[in-house]
Nanobody
Framework: QVQFVESGGGLVQPGGSLRLSCAVS???????IGWFRQAPGKEREGIACQSPGGDGNTYYADSVKGRFTISSDGAKSTVYLQMNSLKHEDTAVYFC?????????????????????WGQGTQVTVSS
């Protein structure tokens, strides 16, 4: 049984940092995986994605480039999203997602990439 479970969300002041975790079971982290977010009234956005078994690259959306970092720990079967210099506009529900495929990092973050698994999401609120 495949499970993706996010944690680490919360309330943080602008300029602060948070690290989100996505504990994965039954899923090989060499497959396509990424972090997505959805703010109220907005479409879901792919923000940080990897395809270790595909092109081996990491893709970041322009909105988070230079501030967020995706990483994984195979021994712990966990994918992380380190978020620094948080802004009000980063407020959203954050999800991790994956698919048993090996494509390209940028494609993983796109709407055209078929996602097989999603976590339940974790709320991040950036507010003073």
């Amino acid at each position: 049984q495949v499970q993706f479970v996010e944690s680490g969300g919360g309330l943080v002041q602008p300029g602060g940092s948070l690290r989100l975790s996505c504990a994965v079971s039954g899923f090989n982290l060499k497959f396509d995986i990424g972090w997505f977010r959805q703010a109220p009234g907005k479409e879901r956005e792919g923000i940080a994605c990897q395809s270790p078994g595909g092109d081996g690259n990491t893709y970041y959306a322009d909105s988070v480039k230079g501030r967020f970092t995706i990483s994984s720990d195979g021994a712990k079967s966990t994918v992380y999203l380190q978020m620094n210099s948080l802004k009000h506009e980063d407020t959203a529900v954050y999800f991790c997602s994956g698919a048993r495929a090996a494509t390209r990092a940028a494609f993983v973050c796109s709407d055209n990439h078929k996602k097989e698994y999603w976590g339940q999401g974790t709320q991040v609120t950036v507010s003073s």
